[in-house]
């Protein structure tokens, strides 16, 4: 209505004076309480004031300090309200004057109160099982309605009687628990203006602590430096903290007591008695606390504090021993003797050990709280020893020792028989009891031994015991003897027999259990045994009418049954048994026949051989181990015994290093093998083997063996202290600096003294030094000749291996530059023959050419031509050695002569070619002292006949030569050479030769050569 009203005044204005016209923007405010905000007032017209007034009526002034009126310009002024309140609402007037004119305009500003929290914290703590108010206080006008949610969901007051939603919005659970902690929503809505707000609300439910003893009683042990433990666990919300309390004091950590981090476990360290009693555990949080008690009890070992030796006569009325210990709970006290047990109440008889209750009333037990007396009556020297006292109680025990000395006349005790022979010596023990110590004396017939006609006696004593060794001449050193002991209680004597031993009887053969390659004999120990123990068993067996196979084994405490080998199936036997010992072997018991088993071939069916025999497993094998050559490699053997009446069928052999626990595969071996290698194992490592016999009945036990690997060879032994400590890599070099040096000084060596070696290859080829032996001018002149002059062949040698044999008239003499390579006299004493095994027909020209007549004037130089027979192939030429002398040639092959073949270079005139080009060779000579004949040349021989070359003779090793001067190869030119006696052509062969040139130097051989 008041608008309408002003919209009137408004018209009325501007009909009767439209000069001046008022606007405020916003026409209406609402401002929450707190907030600010501005309105502004627009004058249309010429306005000289335009004021602001109150609700109240009163004109706004500038000063004021929560509304103020500010003017812009002529046309316009701001009321600003700052920090509204409640007393700020109300209409406000703006009014414009200009003069007798004036207009105005009004605004209503409304403050209201927005949702504001006044008090709702988080989190919020309730004990669990208590009435909780969650709190959430909440302001606004209009009053706001509240709501409260709970995981998600708003909390349904009719459903949950527990939940209460209060006046003034509070949230009440009765009796919380532990599951109603969490988080709340308090959600505050004013419907007038859709206004929500919210705030969450952690709750959180402590719970009062849970505790509980692990142990409510402890035991422990004082003074032996031991702990005990306290420990209870407790439980709640939040984490409790733990404390231990003993006598109302709170403990702490220290040298005495220990706790760990949560302080739930209580140490006590080194228990004394005084630590007994009860400690209490408490256990606190905001909840509140609880308290749980823990009693230690606290025992103390047994100890025996007085124990002392007693000394007694025999026949004493009695001996006391007394023995007194402490110890909490109060220890029970027994007494020990050998094997005895005595205690209070109970007693003991030494004639009767096996009762405790005693006839003669001998032994008495006594005790009284803490000490203990053992009453020995009538003493006998039986009671002498060592007596232990045991304190006891339900912790532990104590036990000391005291020693009853009894003094006592001597008592000689042992057997007073001994058996032995003639040749054999024994000892006739005299053992002898007495305190203080006896000594001992022996006779014969009345004479103490040993007289002087009495060689074959030893007497040896000891503290207790007196030997008698006699070594039986005849039957008079049989008999009895005296040994008679004495000390300062008494004496006594006793008479000992040495009696004549026998050989046993035979022992009797129970049962034969026969399988095809063995035999089992169970047999009965002889009723005699001769005197002296039985040392081994014989068994024989034999085919009826043959002779007997014999075994012996050695007698052992279980030896009922002995095993025979090497059977044949199907075959009858008999078998006998006699025994052993130090006299000699026994009578052989009679003879039982029995007969082998079939050998159950792989093809009889199960059942009918499981009715024919007694089938079983067969034995183990016997084991042997040889280590081989490398010592990781070793070779494990065995021997068949019993196959259990079925064949072998394999063996199966495992092995293993010892400080493993795996097995290596396992290897099967075929039932004809009797070893097994085993190859690649570790160095200086212990192994154990596993061989077993497998046949149709089963496996055997295993037969087991073990055995070490030697240690590594390569091994290179740690430095000792205080050595260099030299590694592998710094042992290698020097190794290689010593061997370059030793190459070295080796090849400086050849040089100087030989004339060869790498730095003489460095002197001839780099230096222009000449080789040593070599004249360079004869050599240059022979090539030139031999270049210059083709009509020129050179001679050539052919040797066989006797040209290489000295004669018997001497030896050869060591070859210089002035020795003749031939005598000038064709006769000789002794001469050798030429053989030419094969020459083939198709020998090159070259070669063919080569072979002249050996009538030419000797040479100063030759040259040596090695043909190469064995392989068609050509031969590469070789380089030159600057040496070539006898040693050299020799060391190549230690059977063959110091010179090979030699070749004439000298200018001996060329005879004319020949179509047929023949080799000559003189046979051997007839006459020691004629010339040798070179007037019958011998053809080659057909080439149907002979193919190949063969040269016996240094011809064959010439290759192996090491210095030469040059070599020239002959190489196959491909041409065709046709024999006097054949016309058929055959493609030459590939022929090496190898051409060396040689000084003078060539062994006189006595000036007796044969040559071609």
């Given at each position: 209505m008041l608008q309408i009203r002003d919209l009137i005044w408004g018209l009325l204005f501007i009909g009767c004076a439209a000069a001046i016209q008022v606007q405020i923007t916003p026409t209406q405010g609402e401002i929450s309480v707190g907030e600010s905000k501005f309105f502004l007032c627009e004058v249309v017209g010429d306005a000289k004031d335009i004021d602001w007034y109150a609700p109240s009526g009163e004109k706004i002034l500038p000063n004021r300090p929560d509304i103020i009126v500010s003017r812009g310009d002529e046309t316009m002024s701001t009321l600003t309200i700052y920090h509204a309140n409640v007393d700020s609402a109300g209409i406000y007037k703006c009014v414009a004057k200009n003069g007798d004119k004036e207009a105005q305009a009004t605004v209503q500003v409304k403050i209201f109160q927005k949702i504001t929290f006044e008090s709702a914290p988080s989190p919020q703590e309730f004990n669990e099982g208590d009435d909780a108010d969650i709190v959430c206080n909440v302001i606004s006008s209009p009053p706001p309605s509240i709501i409260w949610k709970h995981k998600g969901s708003k909390i349904q007051v009719a459903k949950d009687v527990r939940f209460r939603i209060m006046k003034n919005g509070h949230l009440q659970i009765r009796g919380i628990k532990k599951i109603d902690e969490g988080m709340y929503n308090c959600e505050a809505r004013v419907m007038a203006r859709g206004e929500i707000d919210f705030r969450m609300i952690k709750v959180v439910v402590n719970v009062l602590p849970t505790i509980r003893a692990r142990l409510s009683e402890v035991n422990a042990t004082a003074d032996i430096g031991s702990s005990a433990l306290l420990a209870c666990d407790a439980d709640g919300f939040p984490e409790p903290s733990v404390t231990w309390t003993h006598n109302n004091i709170v403990l702490e950590r220290g040298d005495k007591y220990s706790l760990n981090e949560d302080g739930s476990e209580l140490v006590i360290k080194d228990v004394k008695k005084v630590d007994e009693g009860d400690y209490t555990c408490i256990a606190k949080n905001k909840a509140g606390e609880k308290a749980e008690e823990v009693s230690l009890n606290v025992f103390v070992q047994p100890k025996i504090t007085y124990l002392n030796n007693q000394t007694a006569s025999e026949f004493d009325e009695q001996v006391t021993l007394t023995c007194e210990s402490s110890g909490d709970p109060t220890p029970t006290i027994s007494w020990s003797f050998e094997n005895k047990v005595f205690t209070e109440g109970e007693q003991d008889s030494w004639t009767r050990p096996d009762k405790y209750e005693s006839l003669d009333r001998n032994i008495v037990v006594r005790s009284h709280a803490r000490v203990s007396s053992l009453t020995l009556k009538n003493v006998l020297f039986t009671f002498a020893g060592q007596y232990l006292c045991t304190a006891s109680n339900s912790i532990g025990q104590d036990n000391q020792h005291m020693y009853l000395e009894v003094r006592y006349a001597p008592k000689i005790l042992g057997p007073v028989t001994v058996y032995t022979w003639e040749g054999n010596a024994a000892n006739i023990t005299c053992e002898v009891e007495a305190h203080p110590g006896a000594s001992v004396v022996w006779f014969r017939d009345g004479l103490q031994l040993p007289s002087a006609n009495t060689t074959n006696m030893k007497i040896f004593n000891t503290p207790s015991t007196s030997y008698l060794e006699i070594n039986p001449d005849s039957q008079n050193d049989f008999g009895s003897y005296n040994c008679t002991a004495t000390n300062v209680l008494g004496s006594e004597s006793k008479?000992?027999?040495?009696?004549?031993?026998?050989?046993?009887?035979?022992?009797?053969?129970?049962?034969?259990?026969?399988?095809?390659?063995?035999?089992?004999?169970?047999?009965?120990?002889?009723?005699?045994?001769?005197?002296?123990?039985?040392?081994?068993?014989?068994?024989?067996?034999?085919?009826?009418?043959?002779?007997?196979?014999?075994?012996?084994?050695?007698?052992?405490?279980?030896?009922?049954?002995?095993?025979?080998?090497?059977?044949?199936?199907?075959?009858?036997?008999?078998?006998?048994?006699?025994?052993?010992?130090?006299?000699?072997?026994?009578?052989?018991?009679?003879?039982?026949?029995?007969?082998?088993?079939?050998?159950?071939?792989?093809?009889?069916?199960?059942?009918?051989?499981?009715?024919?025999?007694?089938?079983?497993?067969?034995?183990?094998?016997?084991?042997?181990?040889?280590?081989?050559?490398?010592?990781?490699?070793?070779?494990?053997?065995?021997?068949?015994?019993?196959?259990?009446?079925?064949?072998?069928?394999?063996?199966?052999?495992?092995?293993?290093?010892?400080?493993?626990?795996?097995?290596k595969p396992e290897i099967r071996s075929p039932h004809d093998s009797d070893y097994v290698l085993l190859s690649g194992l570790d160095w200086n490592t212990e192994y154990e083997v596993y061989v077993v016999a497998e046949n149709r009945q089963g496996k055997s036990e295993p037969a087991v063996i073990s055995f070490r690997t030697a240690t590594d060879p390569t091994t290179i032994p740690d430095a000792m202290d205080g050595g260099s400590g030299l590694g592998t890599g710094a042992i290698v070099g020097i190794l290689i600096v010593v061997f370059f040096l030793l190459l070295v000084g080796v090849d400086v060596t050849c040089y100087f003294l030989n004339k060869c070696g790498l730095l003489m290859c460095i002197a001839v080829n780099f230096c222009g030094k000449a080789g040593p032996g070599a004249k360079s001018k004869d050599i240059e002149e022979g090539k030139a000749a031999f270049t210059k002059d083709e009509s020129k062949e050179p001679i050539v040698e052919v040797r066989t291996e006797e040209d290489h044999t000295p004669n018997q008239g001497g030896g050869p003499t060591e070859p210089n530059e002035t020795t003749p390579l031939t005598e000038p006299e064709p006769a000789a004493a002794d001469t050798t023959s030429t053989v030419v095994n094969v020459l083939p027909s198709t020998a090159t020209n070259s070669v063919a050419e080569s072979f002249s007549t050996a009538q030419s004037s000797p040479a100063s130089e030759s040259t040596t031509l090695t043909f190469s027979a064995s392989s068609p192939t050509k031969a590469a030429p070789a380089k030159s050695s600057p040496k070539n002398s006898p040693a050299a040639q020799s060391s190549s092959l230690n059977t063959q002569p110091d010179v090979g073949p030699l070749v004439d270079l000298s200018d001996t005139p060329k005879p004319p070619p020949s179509s047929n080009p023949t080799l000559l060779v003189s046979p051997p000579s007839a006459n020691a002292n004629g010339p040798q004949s070179q007037s019958d040349p011998v053809k080659a021989p057909d080439s149907t006949q002979n193919k190949d070359l063969q040269v016996d003779g240094p011809t064959k090793d010439a290759p192996n030569a090491l210095c030469t001067d040059s070599t020239t190869p002959a190489h196959n030119d491909g041409k065709t050479v046709k024999d006097e006696n054949t016309k058929g052509e055959t493609e030459v062969k590939n022929a090496t030769a190898e051409v060396k040139t040689v000084p003078n130097e060539a062994p006189q051989t006595n000036g007796n050569e044969s040559k071609a």
């Open positions: 008479e000992f027999l040495l009696i004549q031993a026998e050989v046993p009887s035979s022992p009797e053969i129970q049962q034969v259990e026969p399988f095809s390659s063995t035999a089992v004999v169970s047999f009965e120990e002889p009723d005699s045994m001769g005197g002296v123990p039985i040392t081994k068993y014989r068994v024989e067996w034999r085919l009826p009418g043959q002779e007997w196979t014999g075994s012996e084994h050695d007698a052992k405490d279980d030896l009922i049954m002995i095993t025979i080998v090497d059977l044949k199936p199907e075959t009858t036997y008999e078998v006998k048994m006699s025994a052993v010992n130090g006299k000699g072997e026994g009578e052989s018991s009679p003879a039982r026949i029995f007969t082998t088993e079939p050998v159950l071939s792989s093809e009889t069916p199960a059942p009918i051989a499981a009715t024919s025999m007694a089938l079983r497993e067969p034995s183990a094998p016997k084991l042997e181990v040889k280590v081989q050559e490398r010592g990781n490699t070793l070779k494990v053997s065995w021997i068949k015994q019993d196959d259990g009446g079925s064949p072998i069928k394999h063996y199966l052999i495992r092995y293993k290093a010892k400080h493993v626990s795996e097995w």
